[in-house]
């Protein structure tokens, strides 16, 4: 097609094998060929261009050296895994990418034997690469059996603590085990911490050509007449850099750094490792996150993620904004309450701008801490700014904090520390898919004692309870708020502290009560509209609270109406299931309600847009009206005159 690049190369393979076939020149033009179809296929789709485009050398020169999938590859985050999609045999589906029913933006092991683990939270890569080593050295899988175990990590995901546990393991273990750390100084934000500067330091320190041809040497690997040169060269640059290898004294031999767009420099030290390697040894490939794709290259986040773009402007086909996103509004209201108050201090894990927090370091950069990807130290880094008399706000994606639940837990609840934790990204958000959906918060939340955790139902609601979150000192306090665009709503000049644990009647009805938590409230008032007009004017509310529950409201909304039913944006065990408790204990079921709980269903929804999610989920404005229906017996009735 006219709109898609010249590949004949690239159209000749349909595996890997494909590219074992081909010499180093060709495997060259492979890569570039392979480049100009990601950025091709990532302008029509949407989705991580820049990591992607940063390692289409490797990935040419690992899939032509190992034998994928019989050696498991693994990549990290895996948000760089379109061209290692193109080359395994689905490029014929690369360009519905992100789509419902589509290729997922990840690995993914039930697509594709190629993707032996799947992954999308990062440093997970060694951890995994390690098992599948010694389940290979103990004869975990005899068809086909396991061969090498490759990890491929970025120096942003090198900074989690995962990271390192695993390190450590896998050099007392001293297995056969290949680390490739895509060393490219551009996690989604500017990396930050020792592991960042010590990188840095590794080729800053001489000419990055000496410390090429340095790492061609690759010292243990090299026939024994050659190793002495080596070492010596090798020693001298590393003394030069750091006076010590870090890796090495961990357990793993250590070559590099090397270039990683260099394909002669990656197949000479990859193919060396793979006949000669004998334990743990880590590749460190230098390379340029959106190399080779002029506006990645120049864009702040290297075209980290992008949406639908202009192929040679770059320019990004964004559908116009109709009002602030809920992100944005959360930031201006904390920089809005930390002027007032200078307690105020906000953390996040390596997502400034994500969380919207990179605003709040502009206004205040001395209050403001990113952590890098490292959630389990960012909670109780909180936790003991809260110890210390300050009013930490800790903001994260409910997918991430999942990751330092343990510290939710132990530092943060059991000591009832005043530590704020602003929750994006709750419930469905899209192309992300299941990986990056906010499910289990309000759940994992809520059954902690002391926790307060609310939910906002529209943004000015958020605004609210960011001023909520600022006057409760008495414990932990959480609220949640979805991905994109507010409701539209007027937005306060100042929010207000609400009073904790009630809620709000939206709209009085009779005979049946719609209880919502959190933005399914815009769908539930469609709903309510729609009723309406069939002569059926349902009560809606909005609890605010998942806990404390409003317990004078939600026990007079059971004896007033014959059916009570609530909805929300999570998992089976959260809000409604509390709803459940208090009614149960209070013996409201003896009285004949009728109970219903409309959550996400007990299953991880694939990637789609976020209506067509929820419309799997079957909690959009038709899907509540259908079981209001059901519940007052309307369904029925209409079946019987249908009939």
């Known amino acids: 097609m006219s709109d898609r690049p010249d590949t004949p190369l690239l159209d000749r393979v349909h595996s890997p094998a494909d590219l074992k076939v081909l010499s180093d020149r060709e495997l060259e033009q492979v890569a570039d060929e392979l480049r100009a179809e ?9 989705g991580h261009l820049g990591a992607g485009l940063g390692v289409v050398e490797l990935t040419v020169a690992i899939h032509a050296v190992f034998d994928t999938p019989r ?71 005899p068809e086909p059996a396991l061969g090498d175990a490759i990890a491929v990590i970025g120096d942003g995901a090198m900074s989690a603590g995962m990271a390192y546990e695993a390190l450590n393991n896998a050099g007392h273990l001293h297995k056969r085990l290949i680390v ?12 930050v911490g020792a592991m960042s500067s010590y990188l840095s330091r590794l080729y800053a320190g001489a000419p990055f050509q000496e410390l090429k041809a340095a790492a061609k040497g690759a010292v243990s690997l090299l026939p024994q007449p050659l190793q002495h040169g080596a070492r010596r060269a090798k020693d001298m ?62 864009a702040d986040d290297k075209g980290h993620a992008t949406a639908k773009f202009d192929m040679v402007t770059g320019e990004q086909k964004k559908a116009p904004s109709n009002a602030p996103s809920y992100t944005k509004v959360f930031a201006q209201a904390l920089i809005e309450e930390a002027a007032r108050d200078d307690k105020i201090v906000a953390v996040t894990a390596a997502m400034p701008d994500g969380t919207g927090l990179n605003l709040f370091a502009e206004r205040f950069p001395a209050r403001c801490f990113d952590v890098g990807i490292a959630e389990q130290h960012g909670v109780t880094f909180c936790a003991g700014m809260a ?13 991430f904090l999942q990751r330092g639940y343990d510290q939710v837990v132990h530092d943060v609840a059991i000591q009832r520390l005043p530590v704020r934790f602003a929750i994006d990204r709750a419930g469905l958000v899209g192309a992300d898919g299941a990986t990056h959906a906010g499910s289990f918060d309000v759940a994992f939340l809520a059954n902690l004692p002391g926790f307060v955790v609310m939910a906002a139902a529209d943004e000015a609601e958020l605004k609210h309870m960011v001023a909520t979150a600022v006057a409760h000192d008495d414990g932990p306090i959480a609220f949640r708020f979805p991905r994109g665009e507010g409701a539209g709503v007027e937005l306060p000049e100042r929010g207000r502290a609400l009073e904790i644990g009630k809620g709000r009647i939206i709209a009085e009805g009779s005979r049946i009560a719609l209880l919502s938590f959190g933005t399914r409230l815009q769908e539930v008032q469609a709903a309510a509209e729609s009723l309406a007009a069939r002569g059926i004017t349902p009560t809606v509310a909005d609890a605010r609270f998942a806990k404390p529950l409003d317990r004078e409201m939600i026990l007079t909304l059971a004896k007033e109406h014959e059916a009570l039913i609530t909805i929300e944006e999570g998992a089976i065990g959260g809000f409604g299931s509390h709803v459940a408790q208090l009614l149960a204990e209070e013996g409201v079921f003896d009285t004949g309600l009728k109970y219903r709980s409309m959550v ?5 929804i694939d990637q789609a847009s976020p209506a067509d999610m929820y419309a799997v989920a079957k909690l959009n404005a038709a899907d509540i009206e259908a079981k209001v229906l059901a519940v007052l017996g309307v369904v029925q009735l209409v079946e019987r005159r249908v009939r």
């Not at 490739?180 to 990396?191: K, T, V, Y």
């Not at 996400?600 to 991880?604: A, G, K, V, Y």
């Open 38 to 46: 990601t950025i091709s296929a990532v302008s029509q789709t949407g």
């Open 237 to 298: 640059l590393k003394h030069m850099a750091v006076g010590g290898t870090l890796f090495e004294e961990l357990g793993f031999s250590y070559v590099g750094p090397i270039d990683g767009h260099d394909m002669e420099q990656l197949l000479a030290v990859l193919r060396t490792v793979k006949a000669r390697a004998d334990g743990p040894i880590l590749i460190h490939a230098i390379t340029k996150k959106g190399k080779g794709y002029r506006p990645a290259e120049l």
């Open 71 to 141: 050696d498991r590859l693994i990549w990290d985050v895996s948000h760089q895994c379109y061209p290692h999609k193109i080359l395994t045999g689905r490029r014929d589906r690369i360009r519905t990418l992100r789509q419902k029913d589509g290729l997922s933006g990840f690995t993914k092991r039930s697509e594709s034997p190629y993707d032996p683990f799947g992954a999308a939270h990062s440093s997970t890569s060694i951890s995994a690469a390690l098992g599948f080593a010694v389940a290979r050295d103990l004869g975990g899988a």
């Open 600 to 604: 996400l269903p007990d299953n991880f």
């Open 387 to 399: 110890a210390g008399g300050m009013k930490p706000f800790c903001a994260m994606y409910s997918t």
């Open 180 to 191: 490739i750390l895509n060393d490219n100084e551009m996690s989604i934000a500017q990396p």
